[in-house]
């Protein structure tokens, strides 16, 4: 009987235990690290104990520490999430010599799957189908590139210990092998430190289908349908649905039969994800088997109507599958979209901050929200930079993604850079929309993914001149509240207002949206109606009049009433040193009000070349000093979030000197090195 336990994770996935946990009536415990320290699932538990430094290695790595601190603590049982401990077959067998149920597989699951190589013949003995690949133990770079050769181009290298897209390169002719299999084996040794790899033909038009399992300690097994995971960007999904769309029910049958043959193959427990590519044929061939709770089972939980996290435990008892195979139904469809803290435009770099501003959609039945920050927590270097998961649910497939496009609208972050846009993009994409899903979705899409936007008329016409009218309104409100102690000081034409002499006040208005290249100038008049917040924007060849009023909701949101040449919308905003953001469902739009010259037009020679992305660490130096290096070629390589990025010449030259060595620590925008160009030596 599980009475007490602890989390062994944190954010998003540590707060979805925890939920289910209270529900149950089973008391919690929560772990947490130096940067974890009043984190959401730390709140939310019950207890919470200190495991140490913010890296993962110094605190939530720390499997003995936590086993030590669960027995202080009387704990039953340990859930430990996904990632992390999760798949850590020692610390399975840590917690059953210390009498502690592991919510999980048995250590010798996590083992046989542990590895890729040694899954595949796993899964080749219990006839279930296989990629064509070499998984043996022969790693000399010229056996693995026979292999290759052999199997024929695209080929696809991958960490037999990895997951989470880490360690794997796709290889599309011989002479890309050899620098891809360095640089797969040097992500996979800095992420898991073991460079074994795999090598696999690579399927050109593949989906992504992954069956969700349950086992018992009875021998009983069932399969919660499907999910498709294809949309994925560095291997990492983006977008996740079930059911998978246009997949036949006889598929569907096949499928999960193989997923549950593959996991009594092992004498599985628990949760469990057996993930398939499955081609245009119909065919399907098993890649790997997560041995833990997998991130987007919100989506299988919104369409069987269960909650997994509760058959984790249940099982976890000793007690039978809560439902046979026939008891199961699936219903509706449902999506569900990853919010990351990174830039989809700068190869989806992650992105570090504080989250000054988080408004998520407004949750239902049909709506939720995973997890683990609040407005006003920090987006750490240390940790997978995922917000949230947004999951949405419709009666078909149409309905479903209306829903998430409406909820994407409405989920508004300022303080990092996100991918919210891009999702929006993706989930509106024709090809998307008609279901024509690949694993090379992203890459195929491209061009129309990362496009420009177009101002649209509605755009040009209502929104900016809003966002003008919110700069002048709270220009107005900052004055009167300090009119009384500052009026004397004020400069005369702001402290006149509207009043002139023989003609109406103007005045130029520059808006700053994010760079010298995105700046608006507007033109405003004081207008003429009786209302006395009344103006007339001019730019372009637009000229219209607003007005409105700004107001606090009850539970303290800011709101903009606008009203432009008649017509009428509501807005929140917020505001952060400076930088507004004006929002609603339609409307995601970042500016500042640039302050006229004050003359001084000296120039500062600021070269950001070679500074450091993000804070992270120095992984290798890759030239030395003095060594001439073509444009193009990687001199230097940071790690930063669980991910390598490489830090290229931008012409042909030489690094005169480095500033940092090999696994120092660095700060964002810190220079890394000097750089002569060709023309300079």
């Known amino acids: 009987m599980i009475n007490k336990l602890l989390i062994a994770n944190r954010g998003e996935i540590a707060c979805r ?43 939530y790595l720390r499997g003995e520490l936590i086993i030590e601190k669960a027995k202080q603590l009387g704990v039953d049982a340990i859930h430990p999430g996904y990632g992390f401990l999760s798949e850590n077959a020692d610390f399975a067998n840590l917690c059953s010599k210390n009498n502690i149920i592991f919510v999980g597989p048995p250590a010798s699951a996590i083992e046989a799957m542990g590895s890729k190589s040694a899954a595949k013949h796993i899964m080749e003995n219990a006839g279930v189908p296989l990629v064509p690949g070499y998984h043996g133990d022969d790693q000399d770079e010229a056996v693995l590139k026979a292999a290759a050769d052999d199997m024929g181009y695209p080929v696809l290298l991958k960490a037999a210990a990895g997951g989470g897209g880490k360690g794997m390169r796709q290889v599309w002719n011989e ?21 074994h790899m795999l090598v696999e033909k690579y399927l050109t038009r593949p989906r992504h289908v992954e069956i969700q399992v349950f086992c018992d300690t009875l021998g009983n097994g069932v399969y919660l349908f499907e999910r498709d995971c294809s949309v994925q960007r560095r291997h990492q999904k983006i977008i996740e649905e079930a059911p998978a769309p246009n997949m036949s029910q006889d598929i569907r049958e096949k499928m999960g039969e193989a997923a549950i043959l593959a996991a009594k193959a092992i004498n599985y427990v628990g949760a469990g994800t057996v993930e398939f590519l499955l081609d245009e044929d119909g065919s399907f061939y098993f890649m790997e088997m997560n041995t833990r709770l997998q991130v987007e089972h919100p989506v299988t939980e919104m369409i069987t109507n269960e909650d997994l996290v509760q058959w984790q435990l249940t099982i976890a008892e000793g007690k039978p599958i ?33 989250l000054h501003l988080l408004k998520t959609p407004e949750e239902s039945d049909v709506v939720r929200v995973d997890t683990g920050v609040e407005q006003g927590d920090e987006v750490s270097v240390f940790y997978d930079p995922m917000i949230a998961k947004l999951v949405v649910k419709g009666e078909t497939r149409e309905v479903a993604l209306k829903r998430l496009l409406h909820a994407l609208g409405n989920y508004h972050i300022e303080g990092v850079s996100t991918n919210i846009e891009f999702l929006k993009r993706v989930a509106s994409n024709e090809a998307f929309v008609n279901a024509e899903l690949t694993t090379t979705f992203v890459e195929k899409h491209h061009d129309a993914l990362f496009a420009k936007a177009e101002v649209s008329d509605h755009h040009k016409r209502i929104t900016l001149p809003t966002i003008a009218l919110l700069a002048l309104l709270h220009r107005e409100n900052t004055m009167k509240a300090k009119q009384s102690e500052t009026a004397r000081h004020l400069p005369v034409w702001r402290s006149a207002g509207a009043w002139r002499a023989n003609m109406a006040h103007s005045e130029t208005l520059t808006l700053d949206f994010g760079g ?27 000229n219209v009049e607003v007005m409105g009023s700004l107001s606090a909701s009850p539970d303290g949101d800011l709101i903009l009433n606008a009203e432009v040449d008649g017509y009428k919308t509501q807005y929140h905003f917020a505001e952060k040193d400076g930088r507004f953001t004006l929002f609603n469902n339609e409307t995601h739009s970042s500016f500042s009000v640039v302050l006229p010259s004050l003359g001084d037009d000296s120039d500062a020679n600021q070269d950001a070349n070679f500074n450091a992305p993000m804070n992270g660490t120095i992984v290798a130096l890759l030239v030395e000093p003095g060594q001439k290096v073509e444009k193009g070629e990687p001199i230097l390589i940071m790690e930063a979030m669980k991910m390598e990025h490489s830090i290229v010449a931008p012409e042909d030259g030489m690094v005169e000197s480095f500033y940092f060595k090999a696994g120092e620590l660095v700060d964002g925008g810190a220079t890394l090195l000097s750089f002569a160009g060709s023309e300079k030596e």
Do not use: C
Not at 34 to 59: C, F, I, N
């Open 17 to 59: 235990v925890i939920k289910t946990a209270k529900a149950l009536g089973v008391k919690t415990v929560a772990v947490y690290s130096d940067a974890d320290t009043q984190a959401r699932h730390v709140k939310m538990a019950d207890e919470a104990v200190y495991l140490g430094a913010s890296p993962s290695k110094e605190s």
């Open 175 to 195: 002479k890309e092998f050899s620098a891809a299999l360095n640089a797969a084996k040097r992500e996979s040794m800095a992420s898991f430190g073991d460079d």
């Open 322 to 354: 809560p439902k046979q195979q026939d008891e199961l139904t699936l219903t509706g469809h449902a999506f569900e979209a990853r919010i990351y803290a990174e830039d989809p435009n700068n190869e989806f770099l992650p992105s570090t901050g504080t």
């Open 516 to 542: 010298e290249a995105d700046t608006q100038e507007f033109n405003i008049t004081h207008s003429k109606t009786t209302h006395p917040l009344a103006w007339q924007v001019s730019f372009d060849d637009v």
